[in-house]
């Protein structure tokens, strides 16, 4: 059996050829996307020259292959290009945005996970009673639905039609910051998208449990003369957690990337919002950086799930 | 094929509700009261009424005609979309678990690098440039394309995978030990034993595809007005005040998404429990 070390090694190793794959297609991507470089600087004041020149000056006029490897080297330092829009670097935009993203989309996951998986335990302690197939069927339908409708329908009902909480935003316009205020502003967008991500949880880790269920050892545990709750609880659940591991490991990236449609839905100013504000500007380096970050932390996130789900299950064999 | 088994309820209700769905579009002409895209300017953003059983809207087009048409833009998206992306899918992963090698090294790296991207923000990317080099194709289409596209790895890693434990099969063993040709097997062996999966996958392609038009259209980039779109419904409950006070123009189009996803869901489902037979 190799190490974990080794095996971690191994599997970005593996990473390598897909990441340069993801480059290539974003660099393709961000050159033959609508709106060119120049196009901003299209002055009609401007000679051929001045305009070749600025050409020049941006490197627009070195072979293609060559442009790419500058970008490269330049994501490398960090340098996710440069909002021409905007006048100022991609990840400076896109900093600015993450902590309202971290919160919503952190907030909804601490929460759907806690009360996905406790669901999920409940349940399978009595697998098939009424409790579970209601459940079972709750959070199927959930997953069925589109999450933005949803989003609207709270919006109109406890908005709109009861005035609990305000229609969208992170904060009362021409108010002083106050944590409770904030709090008013959180609770629909991440109660939406808690119950989306519950819906998720509560089936994989429900599945994974009834699974585990069959054993051998679970038997075992039974025959001790060991509770239903404890045979669950104690000897099944961490064997059942691979999937809700693979599941967070998903989940990941949308704690960067956000949920697009949702932060719209609530004009929430996150990632989400930016990213379908640099698609109506047309402002790509945006949008692509947006989307490669994102990309990067769905692969990071895949080989967390890996590890952890390693570290879990003893008859997972890294060495394999 | 075992018809009657555990959720056959919900099976049988899968199915009723999606024949209700699907004929109520295309039975779009006969029922609409109205044209989708005719105007009465003289009852602008009206509520329900007799004349306008699911109201109007900003232009006076009388909602529940454009709910009919709406719902055939649609269902048409996400049944060819389905369909085009799980035919790609099927045809690259039995390839690739057929012949192995470097084929299927090559398809199965291009498929993971495919999967590693999130898919709605890059059918949002898409778009535009879609738009810019292809500027006639209909938007119905484009989003077709699009969706199909970004759509054929998931089923491309689970063929790849079914066929893979086929090819070890002691039936297909047995029939190529008594000398049966390679056509032979694909046509006679894999291919029905793949059938189910390939049935259930573009049946959950369909929802999926559903649910892609909504959100695609809802952020303005999918199908693009005039054509009536159920997503293209929900865009209106961008604006505020439509939101807040008129619900007869994006609460019927949310509705009918939800129900025909939950029914495709259903109808996928139980098809999975009655085809799991090997």
Known sequence: MKSLGRYILDRVFQMLPILFFISVVTFVLLYIAPGHPLAYYLDPSLSPEELSARSEALGLNQPLYIQYFKWVGGLFRGNLGWSILRGRPVEEVIMERIPATLLLMGTSLIISVSVGVLLAVISAIRPYSLLDSFLTFLTFAGLSVPGFFLGILAIYIFSGRLEWFPVGGMSTAGQDFSFFDLLRHLFLPSSVLSFINICGFFRYTRSGLLEVMDEDFITTARAKGLSETAVVVRHGLRNALAPTVTLLGIALPSLIGGASVIEVVFSWPGVGTLMVTALYQRDFPVLMGCMLITTFFTLVGGLLADIVYALLDPRVNIGG | ?278
């Open chain 2, 1 to 278: 094929m075992r018809l009657k088994t555990k959720g056959s309820k919900r099976f049988l209700i899968g199915i009723i509700f999606l024949l209700f769905f699907s004929l109520v579009p295309l039975l779009a002409r006969y029922l609409s009261p109205y044209e989708p895209d005719a105007l009465d300017l003289f009852n602008i953003e009206a509520p329900p009424s007799l004349a306008h059983p699911l109201g109007t809207d900003a232009l006076g087009r009388d909602v529940l005609s454009r709910f009919f048409y709406g719902g055939r833009v649609s269902l048409l998206v996400g049944f060819l979309s389905s369909l085009f992306s799980v035919g790609i899918g099927t045809i690259l992963g039995s390839v690739a678990g057929y012949y192995g090698g470097k084929i299927e090294i090559f398809i199965m790296r291009f498929t993971d690098a495919m999967l590693s991207f999130p898919t709605t923000l890059l059918a949002l990317v898409l778009s535009p440039i879609f738009n810019r080099y292809l500027p006639d194709l209909p938007s119905v289409w484009r989003l077709i394309i699009i969706l199909a596209g970004l759509g054929w790895p998931f089923t491309c890693r689970l063929i790849r995978g079914e066929v893979l434990s086929l090819k070890e099969s002691t039936f297909v063993e047995a029939s190529r030990l008594m000398g049966a040709r390679e056509a032979w097997i694909i046509r006679k062996h894999l291919f029905p034993a793949l059938l189910p999966t390939v049935i259930v996958s573009v049946t959950f392609g369909v929802a999926n595809g559903i649910l892609a038009e909504a959100v695609l259209s809802y952020l303005g980039v999918g199908i693009r007005p005039p054509t009536p779109s159920w997503g293209g419904m929900l865009e209106e409950a961008k604006d505020l005040v439509t939101l807040t006070s008129m619900p007869w123009l994006w609460m019927p189009p949310g509705i009918a998404i939800m129900l025909v996803s939950l029914s495709v869901n259903w109808l996928g489902e139980g098809l999975q429990r009655r085809t799991r037979s090997y």
